[in-house]
């Protein structure tokens, strides 16, 4: 068969540029060696020949729909598997659309953007409590310390972001996508705000709500089911935690704009997010971009941090302070992921296989792309443009000066 020559070729392409610890397996029991080892790190075991067309363009797209629809499957330690995933790719694509960062646009409409939100937050929330912390806070933890467990990571970060910005008692506090409400209830909690979340997720919203009467705090926060540019009326404080990558790179002026608006005069913001690591905001390459967009995360762009802070003035708001945390972002996704498959035979009777597998190696794939510098992400400490300088902070010692 034609497949056969092409097959033969391309391990023998990849043995001799990469030497990579990796056996396949066909299902007929023929087994190709991309490598020269005693023992396979990883064995891709091929159940049919329908996978072949997407091994033999073997992307990061391509390999994960072959992985997550069942037409591979893959043994050896995950973080072995996604290291290979990514060397076959690399050594083996040449189509210039998977190479290149590829910078698409999505149309973000509020019913567009809450179904691709109720998509990726909707999957159950038994699914979610199974490898986050106990606060289900989903989103990059802060290590100060690189030694904490991750609840204690969680609570630092919610605790790093609500210094940065200040938070004073009795302020009016929103948080934009606010998740299960964890970010809301500390605020309240620990520094008495007078809280706000919104959130397009059903699941997220039902449970927030539920956390939010349990701590006797309803007094205090209000979780909304809405859409962000829906918000009327100011805030002294805003944050918008793992939120602004689904807004779309062409709306990011506009969403500024409108924490401009719901921002009092004297308040301070806090846009905390994934960005691309390519200077014109292109999606990661080897086609890892196209797959997140089908099957983990519809429509999501990330920009630049270039691009956020031009569309941040281009919206009335001034950046105060820039801090990468895309070491701590690597470390998170280490945890999840071995909390995932610490909880895999659970995992599996909460959700279908083919999600179960897209969970599996999203959740790895991320912690790579993080150290590796294919993502980045940064915390902005912000406030309206035009205010005086007096108004500011001399240092940045103020974010320190009491323990975390």
């Not at 992985?67 to 050594?91: H, M, T, W």
């Not at 956390?211 to 962000?228: C, H, N, S, T």
Request: proline share 2%; with cysteine; net charge neutral.
């Amino acid at each position: 068969m034609f497949w056969e020559k092409k097959l033969s070729q391309w391990v023998d392409e990849v043995r001799t540029k990469s030497n990579l610890p990796a056996r396949l397996v066909l299902w007929d029991g023929q087994k190709h060696d991309f490598g020269q080892f005693t023992e396979p790190q990883v064995t891709l075991k091929v159940n049919s020949a329908s996978a072949m067309p997407l091994l033999l363009d073997p992307s990061l797209d391509n390999l994960g729909e072959a992985y997550v629809k069942g037409k591979i499957d893959i043994e050896g330690k995950l973080s072995d598997v996604i290291n290979i995933g990514y060397s076959l790719a690399r050594s083996t694509v040449t189509s210039t659309s998977k190479l290149a960062r590829v910078t698409r646009y999505f149309n973000h409409t509020k019913a567009s953007d809450k179904k691709a939100i109720q998509y990726h937050y909707d999957v159950s929330n038994d699914f979610y409590k199974l490898w986050l912390d106990e606060n289900m806070v989903y989103s990059c933890a802060y290590f100060e310390n690189g030694d904490e467990d991750l609840a204690t990571a969680q609570l630092k970060k919610i605790d790093h972001i609500l210094r940065k910005i200040q938070v004073q008692p009795g302020q009016r506090l929103l948080d934009i996508g606010c998740g299960w409400g964890a970010l809301v209830l500390r605020a309240a909690r620990k520094f008495g705000a007078r809280c706000v979340g919104v959130t397009l997720s059903q699941n997220q919203f039902d449970l927030a709500t539920e956390r939010v009467k349990a701590a006797g705090l309803e007094d205090k926060i209000e979780i909304r089911l809405q859409d962000y540019r829906d918000l009327e009326g100011q805030f002294d404080r805003i944050t918008s935690v793992g939120m602004f990558e689904h807004v779309g790179r062409k709306n990011l002026p506009g969403y500024f704009r409108k924490m401009h608006d719901l921002l009092a005069e004297d308040g301070v913001a806090m846009n905390h997010g994934i960005t691309s690591s390519d200077a014109d905001s292109g999606e990661t390459s080897l086609g890892g971009g196209e797959f997140i967009d089908r099957f983990v995360f519809p429509a999501g762009e990330l920009p630049h941090i270039s691009l956020v802070l031009d569309a941040m003035q281009r919206g009335g708001i001034e950046a105060l302070d820039i801090e990468s945390l895309r070491r701590h972002y690597a470390r998170t996704l280490d945890i999840w992921t071995e909390n995932f498959e610490a909880k895999a035979d659970q995992a599996r009777k909460l959700v279908d296989d083919q999600k179960f597998r897209i969970w599996r190696v999203y959740l790895a794939g991320c912690s790579y792309a993080f150290e590796h510098d294919d993502v980045s992400i940064y915390q902005v400490v912000c406030r309206r443009a035009g205010r005086s300088a007096k108004t500011l902070p001399w240092s940045r010692r103020y974010i320190y000066d009491t323990p975390l």
